[in-house]
């Protein structure tokens, strides 16, 4: 009775907003308002992409309108509560796409540099988010020692791919060895950056790449 009734005092001064649109929601709404649940740019039948080094990834959003934006905020402006509502958009499309097919889960990290900047890795706390929902956990596997220019800057899968080219390595070997790993990023264009770490976790040993992304770039 107390926590709900300063659950609603707190409504009062704090009051709730869509992750996507940010009008106010009641608190009884998964963070998200009824008409972005029936207007979001879903991926629907093309979810699905093929890759190098990675068999599949999965992607429940296109990388526009509202979607874009939610994730912008998301990344730069703190928005780290997001990554609840985006996990659980993104734990339903692996659990539709991918189940059974991975026995670890992990993300891409950022670099030490943009890390210190930034404050928080926004593929991390989406990772983590999502393994929560599908009842799992996340493990770093991941390390990026060299510091390279945002992949957004870039223009073509080359260029997108020599940046990223020896950016990554296996933090422990031992842990990647003959396993089937999930590998989680926040989104997906030209692939380059989810092949260069599946590259590298396949040298190390793994038996198998799969990924996730929330966006995926329109065709």
Request: hydrophobic share 40%; proline share 4%.
């Amino acid at each position: 009775m107390a926590f709900g009734l300063l659950s609603d005092i707190a409504g009062l001064f704090f009051p709730l907003k869509c992750t996507f649109c940010q009008k106010g929601i009641k608190n009884t709404e998964p963070g998200i308002c009824p008409d972005c649940v029936k207007t979001l740019p879903y991926t629907g039948d093309k979810s699905k992409q093929k890759g190098d080094f990675y068999t599949l990834c999965v992607s429940p959003l296109y990388y526009s309108d509202k979607a874009r934006k939610a994730v912008m905020r998301f990344k730069f402006n703190g928005k780290t509560n997001y990554a609840r509502v985006f996990g659980a958009l993104l734990a339903e499309c692996i659990r539709q796409n991918l189940a059974g097919r991975y026995d670890l889960i992990s993300w891409i990290p950022l670099s030490g540099k943009k890390l210190k900047k930034r404050g928080y890795a926004q593929s991390a706390l989406l990772a983590m988010a999502a393994a929560l929902a599908l009842d799992d956990v996340a493990v770093d596997l991941l390390d990026k020692p060299k510091d390279t220019p945002a992949q957004s800057t870039l223009k073509g899968r080359s260029q997108r791919k020599a940046n990223v080219s020896g950016a990554y390595t296996v933090k422990e070997i031992g842990m990647v060895k003959g396993k089937r790993i999930l590998l989680i990023d926040d989104i997906i264009t030209t692939g380059a950056t989810l092949s260069e770490c599946a590259r590298v976790l396949l040298n190390a040993g793994a038996s198998e790449i799969v990924c996730a992304a929330l966006c995926r770039a329109r065709d």
